[in-house]
């Protein structure tokens, strides 16, 4: 039986005036009718052009260029549950082609911010740096570190080790290093660099020997303390503690503009001296600023016949005792003037 016309296949003739005719009763294809109004014929065309051009289609190149790897890790992503994607500032999820920016996961950006947490910089080796700074321009302003607390520049493991010892909340600015310290100035020309080492043994001094002073002849300091001064003087020492050999200046030396000895009249006590007889008086040391009394002479007996017996200071440097003797035979009234040595005692 034909699929096409339903009907079984039956040869007959029929008479005609010009003879038998081969009778067909098989029905066209354009003539059977589809449920939708269309003829099978125009269907069977719509078919064969399907089934001719069945690879070739507009989702094609994309099916193409599916692989085993692709459809595997589709599948790892479909697991995942990836439904949108966000940065760390943002409030929502976006999907599809999502740019995220510095500013939408909060991060710095390359033109600059302010950052409000700790930041550390690890190094891997001694040949990497972990920071360079430079400025805009030549005049540009290089780098300014500030801290609440204190802050700690240091060169090799010295900044991470006084991290132990020194308080974060003291107010404090630590220059730290392994080694030497060098301060450098005049950079702008490096050949005419010029630089002052403090070096690890607590030595400060310039690079350049016989250079560079402490303060200036406009710009001194109040005060300066040592324990040992070396080289020479240029200029007048103002007061010294000791000398070479370790005396005290204050109590070995004098000034040479102030008299070192001084000598003043002491006038004894009167007294009155029979005649052929003699006598004795005492006087009081006059107190001498600065000085002390260390001796008496005597100087006058203020008569023609009396003489001096003797005259003396006291040990206990307050009185001069003298003695005289009336060599004529009338008494005498007199008051005998000696002379006191003084020296200096500052």
């Known amino acids: 039986m034909s699929i096409l016309s339903g009907f079984k296949k039956i040869r007959r003739h029929i008479r005609l005036p010009d003879g038998y005719k081969l009778l067909s009763f098989w029905t066209s294809s354009q003539t059977v009718e589809m449920d939708d109004g269309t003829t099978l014929e125009s269907n069977k065309t719509k078919w064969d052009d399907a089934s001719t051009k069945k690879h070739e289609h507009t989702n094609k190149p994309a099916l193409d260029s599916i692989t085993s790897e692709k459809v595997a890790k589709w599948n790892i992503l479909s697991e995942s549950n990836v439904t949108g994607i966000k940065g760390n500032a943002e409030s929502s999820y976006r999907t599809?082609?999502?740019?995220?920016?510095?500013?939408?996961?909060g991060a710095l950006s390359t033109t600059g911010g302010t950052l409000t947490g700790n930041l550390s910089f690890k190094m891997n080796s001694s040949t990497q740096t972990p920071l360079?700074?430079?400025?805009g321009d030549t005049n540009g302003q290089g780098i300014?570190?500030?801290a609440g607390g204190?802050?700690?520049?240091?060169?090799?493991?010295?900044?991470?080790?006084?991290?132990?010892?020194?308080s974060a909340t003291n107010e404090e600015l630590h220059l730290a290093s392994d080694?030497?310290?060098?301060?450098?100035?005049?950079?702008?020309?490096?050949?005419?660099?010029?630089?002052?080492?403090?070096?690890?043994s607590r030595n400060f001094y310039p690079a350049t020997n016989n250079n560079g002073a402490i303060g200036t002849s406009s710009h001194k300091w109040a005060n300066m303390y040592a324990t040992t001064f070396h080289g020479a003087l240029d200029g007048a020492a103002t007061k010294a503690a000791q000398d070479g050999?370790?005396?005290?200046?204050?109590?070995?030396y004098w000034n040479k503009t102030t008299d070192l000895v001084i000598i003043r009249d002491l006038s004894l006590n009167q007294l009155t001296v029979q005649g052929n007889w003699d006598a004795r008086t005492t006087g009081t040391v006059a107190n001498i600023s600065n000085y002390k009394p260390i001796a008496a002479i005597a100087k006058d007996t203020c008569?023609?016949?009396?003489?001096?017996?003797?005259?003396?200071?006291?040990?206990?440097?307050?009185t001069?005792?003298?003695?005289?003797?009336?060599?004529?035979?009338?008494?005498?009234?007199?008051s005998p003037i000696a002379q006191v040595i003084y020296l200096r005692t500052s």
């Open 150 to 166: 204190a802050a700690i520049i240091g060169g090799g493991k010295s900044a991470k080790a006084l991290e132990s010892v020194v």
């Open 245 to 252: 050999n370790g005396n005290i200046i204050s109590n070995t």
């Open 179 to 200: 080694n030497n310290i060098y301060f450098d100035v005049n950079c702008n020309t490096i050949a005419n660099r010029l630089q002052v080492i403090l070096d690890k």
């Open 96 to 105: 599809g082609n999502v740019n995220l920016s510095s500013a939408n996961i």
């Open 320 to 334: 001069v005792r003298g003695g005289i003797k009336n060599t004529v035979g009338n008494d005498k009234t007199l």
């Open 132 to 135: 360079k700074i430079y400025g």
């Open 144 to 146: 300014s570190v500030g």
């Open 303 to 318: 008569s023609a016949d009396v003489c001096w017996m003797y005259c003396y200071l006291d040990p206990d440097k307050k």
